[in-house]
């Protein structure tokens, strides 16, 4: 749901000044998130639900390998799994278990966006990891909008899944903020050649005309960005392998892991608990994100959840709507502030809704009520009041008109004014500010791992192993970026887990500074969060 490390900043800028206030966050940080709550607030793009919403495989004595979470990473996982085992002609068991629907976490509450940030952070990367490593983090980002178009495409869901090319514009109105912004575009465009082109600065009047902003606006930085229709781009994906893998891929929502256990003597697996019963597996891979650490303890202030806001608004009736030419689409970030900013992206069908997120900048202590609450039951009333009306202010309300009118009244779902829906999501916000994917060493995992013998064995041929040596992988702590982490991560992961790392060339591609290590794990500490982001 965007970006949210603005906001982490401030709040632990403040709680410097608040001892009590710094006991109280650190007590939270190091709580359990607990399981998802039911029944949360009703997201925008899971209506109507999925026909796999609900589902519920029967629940095997055993699998192979076992993916807790079915957001974006679970999903990407999963298929990265089953499609090369099945090229290499291994008959392998899949089990993906939900603690509630399909598909009701971030992945299925974010804003829809794929835009990655990368002039944005570039300057900070190549400082604190090198060139080289800064280079290739930038390039994984870039990645997830041919990819994800790609998987659409071969999935036949390109259509539902909403994916489209968008012009991503950052509307600035502090002068100080527009000028540092456009030196690390410079320093951004001298480094990547290859996407030098892609970035463009308008200033005040050009940008006021091009893009119909209010006149206070003092500049832009244009780039190319992707969207999507992130609920159904998932669930269509796991419908498809539902069908493709009737026999070897299970999906249970509603069925939460309430604990894992280590193996013994007796049973060389781990064993998950859930309400249906108890399952084995010599793999689990945690995909639950901001809810990892209910799971693994050793991570509670090294991945924190963080509460975000969105909305799905009728535009004014004198927006231009987007058409079927690509360069019609666009996606803003309005910066207004050192502190915060919104996200807005326009749908491309039905009332074409402005998607808009984060209300980050607002007074009050809102940044210590959003650390580590996990309860997207409901939503920030401080919050969700500025996105609600801020928006003819970003346009300026000459350009806004009047307000738009329901394409067909008495719905029932959703409110017919301007706003029709707002909810929350929970974020994973990594301390280190770099996602967290790889085998978990035991010093964080907590628990031993399955001997050898138990690795998952070829039926074919006798001897060969399937998978690499039996653990517990993580993909996770994405700071509020998990469409530009999340799929690629999941595949990263998946090869990983099945020890062919140089089949899938992830040396070429994939940044090593993600992997999870102790020394790593040692290093992050949730306060040196406040240098980090002083950029």
């Not at 949360?40 to 699998?63: E, G």
């Not at 109105?173 to 951004?188: G, H, I, L, P």
């Not at 193996?263 to 399952?279: D, Q």
């Amino acid at each position: 749901m965007g970006n949210t490390l603005s906001l982490v900043r401030l709040a632990l800028t403040e709680f410097l000044d608040n001892l009590h206030t710094f006991q109280t966050l650190q007590a939270r940080i190091q709580r359990s998130p607990g399981l998802p709550l039911p029944n949360p607030s009703r997201s925008f793009w899971s209506y109507p639900p999925s026909p796999i919403a609900t589902h519920v495989s029967q629940l095997p004595t055993h699998a192979d390998f076992i993916v807790v979470g079915s957001g974006i990473t679970g999903t990407s996982v999963v298929r990265r799994l089953l499609y090369s085992a099945s090229a290499e002609g291994h008959n392998v068991r899949v089990v993906m278990l939900e603690a509630r629907d399909v598909c009701s976490g971030a992945t299925g509450r974010n804003g829809g966006h794929i835009s990655p940030p990368l002039y944005h952070d570039y300057t900070s990367l190549k400082r604190d990891h090198g060139q080289a490593v800064a280079q290739k983090i930038i390039k994984l980002r870039l990645a997830h909008l041919e990819e994800l178009r790609s998987v659409a495409e071969q999935e036949g869901i390109l259509t539902e899944s909403q994916w489209r090319e968008v012009e991503s514009v950052d509307v600035f109105y502090n002068s100080d903020m527009f000028e540092k912004a456009k030196r690390k575009v410079q320093t951004y465009k001298a480094d990547l050649a290859f996407d030098a082109e892609h970035h463009e600065v308008c200033e005040a009047k050009e940008a006021i005309e091009k893009y119909r902003l209010a006149p206070d606006t003092l500049g832009c930085i244009s780039s190319s960005a992707g969207a999507i229709h992130p609920y159904q781009f998932v669930t269509g994906i796991l419908a498809k392998l539902l069908s493709r893998y009737p026999d070897r891929f299970s999906l249970c929502a509603n069925t939460p892991c309430t604990s894992i256990s280590p193996p013994t003597s007796s049973n060389p697996y781990y064993t998950l608990s859930t309400p249906r019963g108890t399952i084995t597996t010599p793999h689990i891979i945690h995909a639950t994100n901001g809810w990892a650490s209910t799971l693994l303890e050793k991570l509670r202030g090294k991945i924190i959840p963080f509460r975000g806001n969105m909305s799905a608004q009728r535009p004014g009736q004198s927006l231009p709507i987007p058409g079927s030419n690509h360069t019609s689409h666009r996606s803003f970030v309005f910066y207004t502030r050192p502190i915060g900013y919104d996200y807005l992206t326009q749908l491309p069908t039905g009332e074409h809704e402005l998607m808009l997120g984060g209300g980050f900048a607002q007074d009050g202590d809102e940044g210590y009520e959003a650390m580590a609450n996990t309860d997207d039951t409901t939503y920030s009333t401080r919050t969700t009041t500025h996105l609600s009306g801020v928006l003819p202010r970003y346009f300026g309300e000459d350009n806004w008109g009047r307000e738009g009118v329901p394409l067909e009244k008495g719905e029932g779902i959703w409110a017919e004014g301007r706003v029709k829906a707002l909810w929350s999501g929970i974020l994973g916000i990594s301390v280190d500010l770099i996602p967290w994917v790889g085998r978990l060493p035991r010093v964080v995992s907590g628990r031993s791992e399955p001997p050898l013998s138990s690795v998952v064995k070829s039926e074919k041929e006798e001897g060969v192993h399937v998978s690499a040596a039996p653990g517990e992988w993580i993909a996770a702590g994405y700071s509020g970026e998990g469409m530009v982490h999340a799929w690629l991560s999941g595949k990263a992961l998946a090869d990983m887990v099945l020890g062919r790392e140089a089949e899938g060339r992830l040396g070429e591609w994939f940044p090593d500074v993600m992997r999870v290590t102790e020394k790593r794990w040692k290093k992050a500490k949730a306060e040196n969060l406040l240098d980090a982001l002083d950029d």
